[in-house]
């Protein structure tokens, strides 16, 4: 193993101590909990048990653990059994379980000391009492032969078990904690301490304010006095002389004395403000993690989809070493094992087709992280495959109606391939329980730009494929411009800024109904926010006087957006919604102002997207809510009777009208006599297969366009490519069958 792997192995064990840890403890709890509860009361508690085993085998597995592995998965064992009601949870088997855990904990490492000769005999005592329990009360359950010798090294990448979206392996390790070094913890120590000095001014500057105001209290006296003797008429034009003095005295000392307290507090003001300033920094640090910690599982990722793709690739990282905000590391998982899927799945061809094009028979596909300026990072997934074809995505566009066929000739390149980014928007011949829907690319526009980024896409036929991404470092703190709209305030990110303008009316041009401004010689939409956000109140037009405006931009799409006025930029603190709120359209948050007054920060994307939509043509047809769908008629072809059952049930339950038949043969005879809107069919049938009966559907010119699902128990990789040639719309593995993907599937070609 390379120093670069080992050192990274290294920092992973450290992380896996303390989560090891927290699993341990867990399922410790719970079985304290097992053993005063009622057997009734058992189910929920071996259910979150079986949980902590597995995530804690999968964790073992991630850092080559074997024996911690093992010991898991005899646990995990045990709880299945217990789950299945096939092994009652009674006082010996649970005392058996505790000296394992300990054993368990030994071998993870937890402790500092290093096991013993009598640690390693007892723990595999341990583990044979709980085998020879279980095998007693089960009936027999097969055991793993251990060997509990310490803590081997690792001769390959760590491997990560748990299974995150598609099937793929990813770990979570940092859930709601942050593994904090000793040298960041040091730093806001230090922070802290320097507070001690401003905690003693402003106790001073407390104290000469109360000798002002004790000088003012004195100065009301003498005036007091003063006034009391001028009503006796004692030595009137004295005293009138004394008290001017005394005021003048007085006032100048005052005026001095205040001069010099503003001095201080201002003094104090900027200290402060720079210490709160490198406290916040350094505070922040804390929930930043190299991107390793995400980018580290994703070569597992790589390598399970190629093999089930049946394709060859390589994964190259650089800049692991960039920290970033944890929160935006756990978000971007999801969109990046979405990225790396649509790299396999549409970007690397098969290894004869790579050949044949003069390509290295295995793909690359890169990763890459770089910091660029205003405290971003750029992440860029590539990869060297074949390319997003322009014409492909234009006809799946106007098959959806996002686009007219006249209007697609006169977009260029790049505005058609944005549309890889709309819902529903797929290239790939097939549906299947995994890929062809058009949500993934979705997906990740949608969870980019909830963290204040955006994504662009380059691609050129035949040489690959690059997503970029522009995300921000932290989610703590952020610049933003504060508006005002309506006698009342908001916030758009700086980050989705172009700029800050004014217009007048001879500045407005209208265009297909639509007014525009015209900027950086083109043509952008202008909206005033105040509509946007439905707003009541009397707004400042754009009738006379300039009238300010903030431009900004999501994704490829600029928005000019009209306002009553531009306060000014400053930085901001962002505060959720709360659970009540967890999704206001075109807001994404809030911050308080100086006064205390909460102001929102407006979703940028959610902005474009509505101040696009309004005024636009309407692109798709909307249901209704209340009214019935379409009672469609279908034809299920499947010879296993149970099967062909529960498909029916489905389909009926959903309101459809179903006719069953019971094989191919069979199921082609119906077709030729009755129409039919959709077949779902088998393909492992007698006399003629799924496979067959779509090909000769695809052959009958009365037949071509009839929409084909395959329901079947072949899940390989040729099988599916077999059903692509033969025609297919949607194939569906029964092993991975769910109502809701059959459901959605036929909507979706119907």
């Known amino acids: 193993m390379d120093k670069k792997k080992e050192a990274f192995l290294a920092r992973l ?34 259910e979150r048990l079986f949980r902590e085993t597995h995530s804690l085998k999968g964790a073992a597995r991630s850092v080559n653990l074997p024996d911690a592995e093992a ?30 855990l300990d054993s368990l904990g030994t071998v993870c490492g937890i402790t500092e000391a290093q096991p013993t000769a009598e640690d390693l005999e007892n723990g595999l005592n341990a583990l044979a009492v709980m085998q020879h ?27 990560t078990p748990d299974r995150g979206p598609a ?23 230090l922070e802290a301490e320097s507070f001690i000095a401003s905690k003693i001014a402003v106790v001073s500057r407390a104290a000469e304010a109360r000798d002002l105001a004790d000088c003012l209290a004195h100065w009301n006296q003498l005036r007091v006095r003063q006034a009391a003797n001028q009503r006796k008429g004692k030595d009137g034009s004295r005293s009138s002389g004394d008290c001017f003095e005394s005021e003048l005295l007085y006032t100048r000392e005052l005026e001095n004395s205040l001069r010099k307290l503003a001095r201080s507090a201002q003094h104090d003001g900027l200290v402060l403000a720079a210490s709160v300033g490198r406290l916040l920094e350094d505070t922040r640090k804390l929930l930043l993690l190299p991107c390793s910690h995400l980018l580290g599982q994703m070569p597992k990722v790589v390598r399970d989809l190629s093999v089930d793709q049946g394709k060859e690739a390589d994964l190259v990282v650089v800049g692991e070493d960039i920290e970033v905000d944890r929160r935006i590391l756990d978000g971007l998982k999801d969109p990046l094992i979405h990225l790396l899927r649509n790299c396999i799945d549409h970007g690397i061809e098969k290894p004869d087709e790579r050949s044949r094009a003069g390509k290295p028979a295995r793909g690359t596909i890169s990763i890459s ?36 066929s006249d209007d697609l000739v006169r977009l260029d390149q790049d505005e058609v391939k944005d549309f890889i980014f709309h819902s529903g928007l797929s290239t790939s011949p097939i549906l299947t329980e995994m890929s062809g829907r058009g949500l993934g690319l979705t997906i990740v526009r949608e969870k980019v730009e909830k963290f204040g980024g955006t994504i662009t896409v380059s691609s050129a036929p035949g040489a690959g494929t690059a997503f970029r991404m522009h995300l921000p470092l932290s989610l703590s703190a952020f610049r933003g411009i504060l508006v005002r709209v309506c006698d009342r305030s908001f ?8 700029r800050v303008s004014r217009i007048r009316p001879g500045d407005i041009q209208t265009i297909e109904n639509r007014q525009t401004i015209a900027l950086g010689g083109r043509a ?20 006379t006087l300039p009238t300010p405006l903030v431009v900004v931009r999501a994704a490829d799409r600029q928005v000019a957006f009209l306002v009553d006025e531009v306060l000014g930029e400053q930085e901001v603190i962002v505060k959720n919604l709360g659970r009540q709120l967890t999704r206001v359209r075109n807001i994404g948050g809030a911050t308080l102002s100086g006064g205390g007054t909460v102001i929102p920060i407006l979703n940028v994307a959610d902005l474009v997207e509505s101040a696009c939509s309004a005024g636009a043509p309407e692109r798709n047809v909307t249901m209704d809510a209340t009214a019935p769908e379409r009672r469609w008629r279908l034809l299920i072809a499947e010879d296993s009777i ?33 129409p039919f809107d959709l077949v779902v069919s088998d393909v492992d049938m007698p006399r003629m297969n799924g496979f067959e009966l779509t090909a000769r559907i695809r052959a009958d010119p009365k037949l071509a366009e009839l929409p084909v699902v395959l329901v079947t128990a072949l899940g390989s990789q040729k099988d599916r490519e077999y059903g692509i040639e033969v025609g297919a719309n949607a194939y569906i593995v029964k092993s991975d069958f769910d109502q809701g993907n059959l459901l959605e599937i036929i909507r979706r070609l119907l």
Do not use: W, Y
């Not at 090891?20 to 079985?31: C, P």
């Not at 059994?81 to 649970?94: E, F």
């Not at 329990?133 to 491997?159: F, T």
């Open 13 to 46: 064990r450290e992380t896996f101590k303390l989560e090891a840890s927290e699993h341990l403890d867990a399922i410790r709890t719970g079985l304290f909990e097992i053993e005063r509860a009622a057997p009734a009361g058992h189910a929920p508690i071996v």
């Open 71 to 100: 010991i898991c998965q005899e646990l995990e064992n045990l709880l299945a059994a217990s789950k299945q009601g096939n092994l009652p949870l009674t006082s010996d088997l649970l005392d058996a379980v505790h000296p394992v």
């Open 133 to 159: 329990l279980v095998e007693g009360k089960k009936g027999g359950m097969a055991g793993v032969e251990v060997d509990l010798h310490g803590l081997p090294q690792a001769e390959a990448p760590p491997e």
């Open 167 to 189: 099937g793929i392996g990813v770990s979570t390790p940092f859930k709601d904690t942050v593994r904090v070094s000793t040298h960041k913890l040091g730093a806001i120590l």
């Open 369 to 404: 992280v770089k910091a660029v300026e205003g405290n971003r990072i750029e992440l860029t997934v590539a990869d060297d495959g074949a390319g997003i074809h322009a014409d492909q995505v234009g006809r799946a566009a106007v098959r959806l109606r996002l686009v007219a």
């Open 491 to 498: 916030v758009f990110p700086t980050s989705n800024v172009l």
């Open 524 to 543: 952008v939409s202008l909206v005033r926010l105040q509509d946007v956000l439905g707003l009541s109140g009397t707004a400042r037009g754009a009738d």
């Open 642 to 674: 149970t099967a062909r059952t529960l498909v029916k049930n489905i389909l009926e339950a959903a309101g459809h009208e179903v006719v069953a038949t019971v094989d191919g043969m069979d199921a082609l005879t119906r077709l030729k006599t009755d």
